[in-house]
């Protein structure tokens, strides 16, 4: 029998805190205030081991978009366990729910891409499509054709190359990141760095400064950009509409490759499969995680271009490049039943059509909120910016710690938000109803008037 259910929450805690060591966390602060211990999730709610119930705004991290207790994706992995568990995909060998899930998500994809790259993460997807872009170029007898221009505050994972493509200042002092031949532009930030330009404004100077870095660098020299369609862990950083069209302009222009990550974006959270059809984006590469699964196991990758895989699968030869667990048959069998339940219960349409509208009309309501800069929202992923003065745009000193009093509160009162210094951010799950859009909104309404 497995030995994880019967021991007492205060012996867990106590197991965790002194051999677990936690991700981004500050263990000795986590050893000191404890760790709350999760038990179960059904629907939009998750539970901890006093019993008390969360409505989880954050569908676990960014992740479970159709919800907890799907009984589906539970017995599609049990009859993949049964029927083979593993099985490796280097050596001329596949599995069906591999290869079913691999054509699955291009039938997403549009037109233009018809391939996947299985990993395990959305940071391993990140540092994929940047070997696959320097292959590309070298292949074509460009191998000078290497740097990638990544953005400030963007987040695209925690590995080597993933935190140094990622803006992270705080990640880049850990460890002597960036690696070279990554640099960073500003990002469409309007309401914290726009000054006195209008987004229109703001959103094409942005834009412009890949041309500027280009040009510094000379086109030659740049293999790829890459960026959220919307910053995530930056602060759901919604650009303005003038961004996106001109980068994909200056791309084009250039031929520089573009890389979108939608580890966040991808599967519906937009309200379109993908976040470039949201945008009207023809990247070349597209990083992909957690709604693939929606969580429920590790499974991600990156979806590559006619264009790209072209010249990857005639010319290039052996790609030197994978993993253990790339396209593991129980991930993906995972992924395959999430998929269908998307489709069967037509959850992008509903985020498009129906709960997104509700939400976004809900949530914009925060507006007049005294503490509200902004409230802004696409599909189900939502941020409200705290300020201390609406009129001057003047922010609290210390954003962070803001940030976390009121997310702190909102977990106390039961629905949990996340905080990037002083961006409060939601992505709750697709199936959620309209009472628990509008218990998210009230429960952060009462929280920032108790705070202000
Ligand atoms: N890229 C983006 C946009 C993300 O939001 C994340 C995680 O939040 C990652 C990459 C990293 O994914 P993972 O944690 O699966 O490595």
């Not at 862990?233 to 031929?255: A, M």
Request: proline share 5%.
């Amino acid at each position: 029998m497995l030995d994880i259910t019967p021991m007492p929450a205060t012996d867990v805690a106590a197991a965790d805190l002194a051999h677990h060591l936690h991700p981004f966390a500050d263990m000795k602060e986590l050893v000191d205030g404890g760790v709350r211990v999760m038990t179960r999730g059904e629907g939009c709610y998750v539970y901890d081991s006093d019993g008390k119930r969360y409505l989880d705004a954050f569908a676990g991290l960014w992740c479970v978009n159709v919800g907890y207790g799907r009984r589906e994706i539970a017995d599609a992995v049990f009859a993949q366990m049964n029927a083979l568990p593993y099985y490796n995909t280097y050596f001329a060998t596949t599995t069906t729910a591999t290869a079913r899930l691999a054509e699955k998500i291009c039938s997403y994809a549009g037109p233009a891409i018809n391939r996947v790259f299985f990993t395990n993460s959305g940071s391993e997807a990140n540092d994929t499509w940047l070997r696959m872009a320097r292959v590309y170029w070298a292949t074509l007898g460009k191998s000078e054709k290497s740097v990638v221009i990544a953005r400030q505050n963007a987040y695209h994972g925690s590995t080597v190359a993933g935190a140094s493509l990622g803006g992270m200042k705080h990640m880049h002092e850990q460890g002597n990141l960036p690696i070279p031949g990554i640099v960073h532009i500003g990002q469409p930030y309007w309401y914290g760095e726009g000054g006195d330009l209008a987004p229109a404004e703001f959103g094409l100077a942005r834009a412009r400064e890949l041309e500027d870095k280009i040009l510094e660098l000379g086109p030659e020299r740049v293999a790829a950009f890459v960026a959220e369609p919307i910053q995530g862990v930056g602060g759901v950083i919604v650009p303005p509409e003038t961004y996106w069209p001109e980068i994909q302009r200056i791309c084009r222009k250039y031929d520089i490759l573009l890389a979108v990550d939608e580890v966040i974006t991808g599967f519906g959270r937009l309200g379109s499969w993908f976040g470039y059809q949201h945008y009207g984006l023809e990247p070349d590469f597209c990083a992909i995680a957690k709604g693939l699964s929606s969580g429920y196991l590790p499974i991600a990758g990156v979806m590559v271009s006619d264009r790209v895989a072209d010249v990857l699968v005639n010319q290039a030869g052996p790609f030197h490049h994978g993993f253990t667990y790339s396209g593991h048959p129980v991930a993906a069998a995972a992924a395959l039943a999430n998929l269908r339940i998307l489709e069967e219960e037509r959850l992008v349409e509903r985020v498009r059509d129906d709960i997104g509208p509700y939400f976004a009309q809900a949530w914009r309501g925060l507006s007049d909120h005294v503490m509200v800069g902004e409230a802004v929202s696409v599909g189900l992923l939502g941020a409200v910016q705290l300020v201390l003065d609406k009129a001057t745009r003047r922010r609290f000193s210390r954003p962070g710690d803001i940030g976390m009093v009121i997310r702190n509160f909102c977990i106390m009162r039961g629905v949990i938000v996340r905080a990037s210094a002083d961006r409060i951010l939601v992505s709750p799950p697709f199936t959620i109803s309209r009472s628990e859009v509008d218990d998210i909104v009230s429960t952060l309404r009462d929280v920032m008037d108790f705070v202000s």
